[in-house]
Nanobody, 122 residues
């Protein structure tokens, strides 16, 4: 079984920074894409950033230039460095692994973490 565990959320003042981490556990062979989504109260879940196994990154327009996604393939971990945070960045941030293959040959289309809360407020 594959699980994702996020960490690094918390309360930060506007203009501050946070670094989120998401570690995938299990007998993992490959993960094609790892991504961060967020969901604010009363809003739909939205893609924040994604990164492929070859390092190609994609960002939502609202976070371009402020957030950086990176990935450690060997550790099956993805990071989200968030700078110049704004109150509108407040949300639960969820990690997603897309097209996971285990060493036993099992395949999962999508795996989700439980989420970590980021609150940007003075």
């Amino acid at each position: 079984q594959v699980q994702l565990v996020e960490s690094g959320g918390g309360l930060v003042q506007p203009g501050g920074s946070l670094r989120l981490s998401c570690a995938a556990s299990g007998s993992i062979f490959t993960i094609y894409v790892m991504a961060w989504y967020r969901q604010a109260p009363g809003k739909q879940r939205e893609l924040v950033a994604s990164i492929t196994s070859t390092g190609r990154a994609n960002y939502a327009d609202s976070v371009k230039g402020r957030f950086t996604i990176s990935r450690d393939i060997a550790k099956n971990t993805v990071y989200l460095e968030m700078n110049s945070l704004k109150p509108e960045d407040t949300a639960v941030y969820l990690c997603n692994a897309d097209r996971v293959t285990t060493n036993e040959g099992h395949r999962y289309l999508e795996v989700w973490g439980q989420g970590t809360l980021v609150t940007v407020s003075s």
